[in-house]
């Protein structure tokens, strides 16, 4: 940390933790519904991820994770794709960069959420294929509100107040085209 050559604002730099403690479950589960339908599954159980030397978070990670896709080769060459995210409660670090408990907007979590897609890949022939699909079908928005935590001057009262895990956004709806060549 350092500070600004008019001396009030503070300076930060990134940097590795000296320690870090990341420990998780995940598991998949592929079940053939019919010949032509196939349901894949996968969970992430984070258990800890933490700064050993504060125990702190070591970033915005949800506890628990899925993904679920659900295919369907309609036929040999065009299959239809469904997927959804769940994305459980996120929860803020408990320390500032200078080391102190957060409080006020700092401690705002992200609630669960989920994001549904769809898409079809037709193959055109064996060297071409074509996928169009939409991405966050029901538009399910997050909003970046602010840096993980407060900053300001102590001097001039000039504050912008921490959002806690709130420091991302979550696309809207999103719709896309691929081409894919095979050879």
């Known amino acids: 940390m350092g500070t600004a050559s008019n001396g009030t604002t503070n300076i930060y730099q990134w940097e590795n933790v000296p320690k870090a403690l990341v420990e998780g479950l995940e598991g998949s589960l592929n079940l053939p519904v019919s010949e032509t339908v196939n349901w894949s599954n996968n969970l992430t159980w984070m258990l800890q991820s933490k700064n050993k030397t504060t125990g702190d978070r070591l970033s915005v990670i949800p506890q628990f994770t899925l993904n679920s896709t659900v295919s369907w080769q309609v036929r ?9 995210t769940w994305y ?12 102190e408990a957060v ?7 992200v609630s669960p959420y989920s994001i549904v897609g769809l898409s079809a890949t037709w193959d055109v022939n064996k060297n071409l294929s074509l996928t169009s699909g939409v991405d ?6 997050h909003y970046r509100a602010g840096n993980a ?5 102590s001097t001039t009262g000039a504050y912008l107040y921490g959002a ?4 991302y956004n979550e696309s809207g709806r999103t719709f896309y085209v691929s081409v894919n060549t095979h050879f």
């Open 88 to 99: 459980g409660r996120q929860k803020p670090k408990r320390f500032n960069y200078k080391g």
């Open 164 to 167: 806690g895990a709130e420091t």
């Open 103 to 109: 409080s006020g907007s700092e401690l705002n979590e």
């Open 149 to 153: 935590q407060t900053t300001g001057n």
């Open 76 to 84: 040999d060459d065009l299959s239809l794709q469904s997927t959804f």
């Open 136 to 141: 966050n079908l029901f538009d399910i928005r």
